[in-house]
């Protein structure tokens, strides 16, 4: 089912990193370009175009700077993070690229204090909310395409925490509808077969990354997991950064290096429509 096109409206973001890591973020809605930061900021103000969808998926949508509509960009689907919402991708794309492509993110599907949404959602591993996470990426993909001028074959699917975990089920159960898997402190999904396509998903480059010392994914469980996608052919990259951020600006500054290194590589391309 395709979404109605959601009302879109320019904003300008101020992103302060603070040493926490990722930072508060101040939104000022402008209807002009945005102005400069001042130098002693860490980053200029930066501006893009900010929807909120409506439909049967809640979700954000974050056109780049500059937008070219004769250009087919990359698309980044965000997983947020356990206790956050699809906002969270206003403060992750300033620190991955304002430039280089367009983002949308999902609402997690599992409300973490029943009917208080101010708490946060998650996605939870259940064969219910399994179903309706793969119903919210794929109708959130196809907003993004229906409003933006998209690259079907350089769609990442990306999430923190609970959110990097669905994004590995769902990308290794639909391999060719992606060109890469990000997981940034979420391990490996248990249960329900999570490798039942694996023929075709070893073709599926990985991205899996934490804190040394995150609660989140414990080095031993993402040993674990690293084993596991090791022994399945699975082509990986492992990164590990200092202390116990699911979110760091090294993160995802590595993050954008990695997504530019598999949209550059030299290997055939399958659009998600092209699968059988």
């Known amino acids: ?36 930061t001042p130098a002693s900021k860490p980053f200029e103000l930066q501006s893009g175009v900010y929807s909120e969808a409506s439909g049967d998926t809640p979700c954000a949508l974050l056109a780049p700077m500059h937008y070219e509509p004769g250009y087919a960009y990359p698309l980044i689907v965000w997983l947020h993070g356990s ?5 969270q991708l206003l403060r992750v794309m300033p620190l991955v690229s304002m430039r280089n492509y367009v983002a949308v993110a999902p609402r997690g599907t599992f409300c973490e204090d029943g009917d208080r949404p101010a708490r946060g ?64 402190g ?8 999570p490798f039942g ?6 073709r599926l480059p990985v991205l899996v990354a934490a804190g040394q010392r ?17 022994t399945a052919g699975m082509a990986v990259t492992f990164r590990q950064y200092p202390g116990d951020q699911t979110l760091s600006p090294q993160m995802l500054a590595d993050v954008d290096r990695w997504m530019i290194e598999q949209i550059t590589s030299p290997r055939p391309d399958r659009a998600c429509s092209d699968a059988d």
């Open 197 to 202: 396509s694996l023929a075709e998903a070893r």
């Open 121 to 184: 959602y998650q996605w939870q591993q259940t064969e219910q909310h399994i179903v309706l996470a793969e119903h919210r990426v794929f109708e959130s993909m196809e907003t993004a395409c229906s409003k933006y001028h998209i690259d079907e074959r350089r769609v990442f699917l990306a999430g923190s925490d609970s959110g990097g975990t669905m994004a590995l089920r769902i990308a290794l159960a639909h391999p060719y509808c992606f060109r890469g898997v990000i997981s940034l």
């Open 1 to 36: 089912m395709r979404m109605p096109g959601p009302a879109s409206i320019a904003i300008s973001f101020a992103a302060r990193v603070t040493p926490s890591g990722l930072s508060d973020m101040d939104r000022t809605f402008l209807a002009k370009p945005a102005a400069t």
């Open 214 to 230: 995150s609660t989140a994914c414990p080095p031993e469980l993402l040993c674990d997991s690293l084993r596991l996608l090791h």
């Open 83 to 87: 206790g956050t919402e699809e906002r």
């Open 186 to 193: 979420g391990p490996l999904p248990a249960g329900r077969t």
